[in-house]
């Protein structure tokens, strides 16, 4: 196997010396998690704890829309449906939705109200705050497509009104 790798070789020798500082300068994950000490928590900037706020609402908010389209005669149907849902499965989404959303509100009880966070807090975080994302995304697609409708049908009838009220 050694005779395989003769490239090796070629390659520097390896230095056990710690990196300069401005290598280290670029590494964006000591900035976040400091290494060799006990994980201090990081205040989350405002924006993000805003953003994971309104994803908690959007999730719930899911999770109450799916737990209705589940709970009607009905059942789902549609294009709208289809998309809102992946392709008919409401059960799967509001599974996701729900468990994504609860890890969240259960990391908001840790984390200040998701304002500082520990290494192990984003850890669970990011892919909770994935999680609730991606289920809820169809729901957001359908609902800001009706929006847009809506607004663009509102825009034809004032475009409408205004030609006629000049050319009458």
Request: positive net charge.
């Amino acid at each position: 196997m050694v005779d395989q790798l003769t490239h090796l070789d070629l390659l520097p020798p390896r230095v056990s010396e710690p990196l300069p500082a401005f290598v280290r300068s670029f590494d964006a994950v000591s900035d976040v998690v400091p290494v060799g000490r006990a994980p201090q928590p990081v205040a989350l900037g405002r924006r993000t704890t805003i953003a994971l706020w309104l994803l908690i609402a959007v999730g719930i908010g899911s999770c109450l829309a799916l737990f209705v389209m589940l709970q009607a005669p009905a059942g789902c149907s549609g294009l709208a449906c289809s998309i809102a849902t992946y392709g008919g499965h409401p059960l799967l989404m509001l599974v996701f939705a729900a468990v994504g959303t609860t890890a969240l509100l259960g990391l908001a009880a840790f984390t200040r109200g998701l304002t500082r966070a520990s290494a192990r807090a984003l850890r669970l975080l990011v892919p909770a705050a994935g999680l609730t994302l991606a289920s809820v995304t169809g729901v957001v697609a359908v609902l800001v497509t009706g929006m847009v409708i809506v607004l663009v049908a509102l825009l034809a009838v004032v475009v409408t009104c205004a030609f006629f009220a000049d050319h009458s």
